[in-house]
Nanobody, 115 residues
């Protein structure tokens, strides 16, 4: 059984920064893709950033230049550094891990950007 535990969310003022972490544990043989999604109230879950095992990354246009995704394969951990946060970044952020044909999700961590 694979478990994903997110941390690092909270309340931050516009223009501030947060760093999210997602640690994976369990029977992980090869985490091919690790990603961050977010979901604001009344909206669909959207992909924020993704990093493939080889290091290739993808970012949603709305976060390019502000967010950075990285991973530590030895620790099975993925990070999301969020800078220059805006009110529209407010959402629950979810971690996703794809290993082979299996997909796993974390429980989510709330990020609130407000003055």
């Amino acid at each position: 059984q694979v478990q994903l535990v997110e941390s690092g969310g909270g309340l931050v003022q516009p223009g501030g920064s947060l760093r999210l972490s997602c640690a994976a544990s369990g029977s992980i043989f090869s985490a091919n893709i690790m990603a961050w999604y977010r979901q604001a109230p009344g909206t669909q879950r959207e992909l924020v950033a993704r990093i493939i095992n080889g290091g290739s990354t993808y970012y949603a246009d709305s976060v390019k230049g502000r967010f950075t995704i990285s991973r530590d394969n030895a620790k099975n951990t993925v990070y999301l550094q969020m800078n220059s946060l805006k009110s529209e970044d407010t959402a629950v952020y979810y971690c996703e891990l794809v290993a082979g044909l299996s997909m796993y999700w974390g429980q989510g961590t709330q990020v609130t950007v407000s003055s």
